[in-house]
């Protein structure tokens, strides 16, 4: 099982961004993916995850639209759209696999984020002028 992050970088306020998660190798049914952020000396916070099966999506509420979770399953590929970045938006970005409740569990805050069993190695945001 893999979990592959790309699509970070310095980018301005206002700007966007659009990250990628290639998958490999998950069998869970129903299968979630989830984007989750941390930033230096915060907690790492759960920010969106998709249910792969039927692309059923969930946010946290403080992302108040600005970011959209969506998969390309041909491919294997789920994505984090960021649009209208701001400077506390900088972050290490991670997306993670596990069934569809315990993410979303994780989401809402019910569930630490150590139970969460795949992770990727991140991918670097910077929102800067």
């Known amino acids: 099982v893999q979990l592959v992050e790309s699509g970070g970088g310095l980018v301005q306020p206002g700007g966007s961004l659009r990250l990628s998660c290639a998958t490999s190798g998950f069998t869970y049914d129903p299968l979630g993916i989830g984007w989750f952020r941390q930033a230096p000396g915060k907690e790492r916070e759960g920010l969106a995850c998709i249910n792969i099966k039927d692309g059923n999506t969930y946010y946290k509420d403080s992302i108040q639209g600005r970011f959209t979770i969506s998969s390309d399953n041909v491919k294997k590929v789920v994505f984090l759209q960021m649009d209208g970045l701001k400077p506390e938006d900088t972050a290490i970005y991670y997306c993670?696999?596990?069934?569809?409740?315990?993410?979303?569990?994780?989401?809402?805050?019910?569930?630490?984020?150590?139970?969460?069993?795949?992770w990727g190695r991140g991918t670097a945001v910077t929102v800067s002028s």
């Open positions: 993670a696999a596990d069934r569809i409740d315990p993410l979303i569990a994780v989401l809402r805050g019910a569930i630490p984020h150590r139970h969460v069993p795949h």
